[in-house]
């Protein structure tokens, strides 16, 4: 069946994470039925676009809604002068490109709107949930509450990425019938790019490195990894932390991330720890290849994105005892777990591996293919496809 997936960041130039994930979908059902991206646009994309990625279209738009929270009798007024030509430009787009299923992604507002425009042309309507928006489901409003509620029982079919988000959807909201589709990554792409040279824009790096992916948020678990060298440094002054996502000194850095970077330049590895900012994947990947292991800290997570990245690579991968790595990765060889929150345990594992690199590279070997067994990109677009049918054979749209 062939998908409209619905997101609402760029697709172009994807980061990583939920943007990884949608273009590694799309590219795996170029081959078969095909697949078209819709991207929900800023603000200031008010008119129609698209753009082709290989086989697969991308269109993109801003979608309005009723209710703004700023101004709310000018954003009524703005939606309902705006909404028609919106709603029969998508509804134009479904038929001439022969969509046969919607494919939405994380919990919004918008999402009303391609709901109702499945009931509208008769086709199903599936969501993905990718891990913060269940597991922080509580902290959310209590209008936006009833309407993810709402909307999580009128979709035709629910997937989670790990059985972590699927567990915490249970707990949530009980009746809604989920199933668990892990992402895929397409491991031929990712061991190509990263074989292409660095950008002679980057600082040259250390010799002997770990690195860590992911915007400076509480979750991530950074200022573990930092207080870890702090912790190392006496003992291998050798090793460089390698930081990679949002600045730590950006204008737009929240009060954690000041605190990441204070902790960073204030401590006894000062000089060993290296915050890069945001890369692209082709400077993401070929970084991940030369490093010694991928470090995960985090609090939570669903499924991290980068961490199949790593695998694909062969890196071996240190990361926090939470429930997803646990449940998907506890005696894996190459995945090695850390107590959460420590430190302290987590510089002791590194020490461990470094002190045998050639079982550490082993390792990460064998956590290449066990990634490339049950995480492929082609296994992820099968089990999609089998939820696409189960969702236009239930009967309800």
Not at 63 to 82: A, T, V
Request: glycine residues 8%; hydrophobic residues 40%.
């Amino acid at each position: 069946m062939k998908p409209l997936i619905v997101y609402h960041l760029m697709y172009e130039n994807p980061t990583g994470g939920i943007n990884a994930m949608v273009e590694t979908l799309a590219s795996s059902m170029a081959n078969g039925p095909g697949a078209v991206l819709f991207r929900v646009g800023r603000w200031n994309e008010a008119e129609w676009g698209s753009s082709k990625h290989g086989k697969n279209s991308c269109y993109f738009k801003r979608i309005r809604m009723p209710w703004d929270s700023s101004r709310y009798i000018r954003g009524f007024f703005g939606w309902l002068w705006e909404f028609p030509q919106t709603w029969w430009q998508l509804v134009r787009m479904i038929r001439n490109e022969k969509i046969e299923v919607i494919h939405l992604h994380s919990l919004h507002d918008h999402q009303l709107v391609f709901w109702l425009l499945s009931r509208y042309v008769g086709i199903p309507c599936v969501i993905t949930l990718h891990g913060s928006e269940i597991l922080k489901f509580s902290q959310r409003s209590d209008k936006t509450k009833r309407l993810n509620n709402w909307l999580l029982h009128k979709v035709d079919g629910v997937a989670c990425v790990s059985e972590q988000v699927l567990q915490a959807l249970n707990h949530e909201i009980p009746d809604i019938k989920a199933s668990s589709i892990y992402n895929g990554i397409d491991i031929e792409t990712v061991q190509d790019v990263s074989r292409k040279p660095l950008a002679s824009s980057l600082p040259s790096l250390p010799a002997n490195y770990f690195v860590l992916v992911g915007h400076i948020f509480a979750v991530k678990g950074h200022d573990i990894a930092v207080s870890a060298w702090h912790e190392l440094v006496d003992t291998r002054a050798d090793l460089h932390l390698i930081i990679i996502g949002q600045k730590a000194g950006d204008k737009e850095a929240g009060e954690f991330a000041r605190e990441v970077l204070s902790l960073a330049k204030n401590g006894k590895a000062s000089s060993n720890i290296h915050f890069l900012g945001i890369q692209p994947q082709e400077v993401l990947l070929p970084i991940i290849k030369d490093a010694h292991a991928l470090i995960i800290p985090s609090r939570s997570e669903g499924l991290p994105y980068v961490l199949l990245e790593g695998g694909a690579l062969n890196k071996p991968v240190i990361a926090s005892a939470i429930p997803p790595f646990i449940n998907q990765f506890n005696g894996v060889e190459g995945c090695y777990l850390f107590t959460k929150d420590d430190h302290i345990s987590l510089s002791d594992i590194i020490l461990q591996v470094m002190a045998r690199p050639e079982k550490l590279q082993h390792s990460g070997k064998e956590l290449g293919k066990f990634i490339q067994r049950d995480f492929s990109s082609q296994k992820m677009a099968n089990n999609y496809q089998k939820l696409y049918f189960q969702s236009a054979n239930s009967g309800s749209t």
